[in-house]
């Protein structure tokens, strides 16, 4: 699954520096952004876990419940959901103006196009049937411990999406923007070219689910179960629209100014790689775990995994967080100075990029006890710890324009979402201690503190070769060759310092991984 989500994150972060590269961090990409945002909201909270997460549970507890395995109810389950994912694109698409009124307001408000978003928003909209289905799609394999085929799905999508956008950046021309025209060729390709994509990522799944066993038909009929699955799923709806509030503020707040919603955009996206290279995989074969542990009762394997898992976030992505906030500058620009992508756009990518790079572990966190909850079948108290993220956010993100200059207004968002993450999994480890005893606190604290002083001296060991580098440089190089520079021989240093220092400071959790290579 980690060589999956590895496969799948690169080749989706190729496809959004192809997609910087074919419409720039600009206008035409503020409205692209804008108009795919519910969409990609959608995807985050279904697909990165939400979905997966409450609907696993109920699958496990079926298939060891009911004398057909659970065949029955999944497919009432199944097809109820479908026709409540297509009812809500119908309804998505038809509001569609209004919607993007939501995130951008007027015209004059805007450095976006609402008119070209809107556009964008009715060919993407149907996105939100096939992200739905594969959600669903994904829980029954992952219910059955099938974990491969949904962990490899996304990396044909983004194949699919960088082939539209070669084939957007071939074509003559450029969008017209007076006036917008949904027939627009371009507009077509990348609306229609993207949707196709998701469409693609979602089907693909159907033999997989066939091998495993499972036969997707429709089947109309009544369970008690499926009032208990409508609760929980009224609970992550409610989970869904507190989130998009949050989101909507952002969106209002950085709209005026040009760049900043497809910059925001593109720093959540490469905060998100580390977390779905390491965190998703891990979290993914710790659901089906912790949820037959919870429906058995045996809550103390519950937390023996709440506190695994924990650890080894800890561990992968502490590290991670160091070294984006000590190059993200750098990042930025050796990857995004591209195509229409000036530096000074890639340059503040990166910084925004650092400055939100402290929400990384604490998001990680969050999501696995999101999912502790979901195994007890409580869908209830996520949704609460949602809303008191969402009402520490918004004032936050009200005043970055109050403080802060135009240039860094996308810096103070970015930030203000990485403090709600970290208000987040403070408050549901509070909430998982009242719930459940003691958690095993204090292992996760001795790791975090071994792996902070690792990380710590491979952070200065980096930075400090970069420093002794980037002297004899001078300006001999330009700005793109010296930030490869810098992120290749930061990275190494900090690299290698940190590991050493794991060793050093004896991290428990790593043992098996020194012992193989002792003999090898």
Not at 220 to 228: H, I, K, V
Request: positive net charge.
């Amino acid at each position: 699954m980690a060589l999956a989500s590895l496969v799948s994150r690169i080749t989706g972060f190729v496809r959004q520096l192809a997609l910087a590269a074919a419409l720039g961090l600009s206008v035409l990409n503020d409205s692209y952004t804008v108009a795919n945002t519910l969409p990609n909201i959608v995807y985050e909270l279904l697909l990165g876990g939400v979905l997966s997460s409450v609907m696993v549970p109920l699958l496990v507890r079926a298939q060891a419940e009911d004398a057909d395995g659970g065949e029955a109810y999944t497919q009432k389950l199944l097809t109820v959901a479908t026709a409540v994912m297509v009812l809500s694109t119908v309804v998505a698409i038809a509001t569609a103006p209004l919607l993007t009124w939501l995130y951008l307001g007027g015209d004059s408000h805007s450095a976006a196009n609402p008119k070209l978003a809107t556009a964008f928003a009715v060919l993407l909209l149907p996105e939100i049937i096939f992200y739905g289905l594969g959600a669903l799609f994904g829980a029954i394999l992952n219910s059955r411990g099938v974990f491969a085929p949904f962990a490899w799905a996304p990396v044909l999508n983004n194949v699919v999406m960088l082939g539209v956008i070669g084939v957007y950046m071939l074509m003559p021309g450029e969008i017209n923007l007076y006036p917008i025209q949904l027939t627009d060729p371009k507009v077509l390709v990348l609306g229609l070219g993207t949707t196709v994509g998701i469409a693609v990522q979602a089907l693909v799944l159907l033999p997989s689910l066939r091998r495993a066993g499972f036969e997707w038909k429709p089947r109309w009929g009544w369970d008690r179960r499926l009032l208990e699955a409508g609760g929980l799923y009224a609970w992550v709806i409610g989970y869904v629209l507190i989130g998009q509030a949050g989101y909507i503020v952002t969106t209002r707040v950085a709209a005026p100014f040009a760049g900043s919603v497809s910059t925001y955009a593109n720093a959540w996206l490469l905060l998100q790689v580390p977390y779905g290279v390491l965190g998703v995989s891990l979290l993914t074969a710790l659901l089906p775990r912790m949820s037959r542990a919870a429906a058995a009762g045996r809550i103390g394997e519950v937390i023996k995994d709440l506190s695994l898992g924990s650890r080894y976030s800890t561990i992968a992505l502490l590290p991670v967080t160091v070294w984006i906030t000590l190059f993200g500058t750098s990042i930025g620009v050796a990857l995004f100075s591209i195509g229409r992508t000036s530096e000074a756009g890639a340059s503040r990518l990166g910084a925004t990029l650092a400055v939100s790079a402290f929400g990384l572990l604490p998001y990680a966190l969050s999501l696995l006890q999101l999912r502790v909850f979901y195994a007890m079948k409580d869908a209830r108290t996520p949704t609460m710890i949602q809303l008191v993220m969402v009402v520490v956010k918004i004032p936050m993100l009200l005043l970055c324009p109050v403080l802060l200059p135009a240039g860094d207004v996308v810096l103070g968002l970015a930030a203000a979402n990485s403090a709600s993450f970290v208000v987040g999994a403070v408050l549901g480890q509070v909430w998982l201690r009242h719930r459940l005893g003691a958690l095993d606190t204090s292992s996760m604290a001795i790791t975090f503190g071994k792996t902070a002083v690792a990380s710590t001296l491979g952070g200065c060991a980096g930075l400090g070769l970069v420093l002794w580098v980037r002297g004899p440089l001078g300006d001999t190089l330009g700005p793109v060759a010296q930030a490869w520079i810098v992120l290749v021989a930061g990275t190494i240093a900090a690299l290698v310092v940190t590991l050493v220092g794991m060793r050093v400071v004896r991290l428990a959790e790593l043992d098996p991984l020194w012992r193989r290579l002792a003999r090898r």
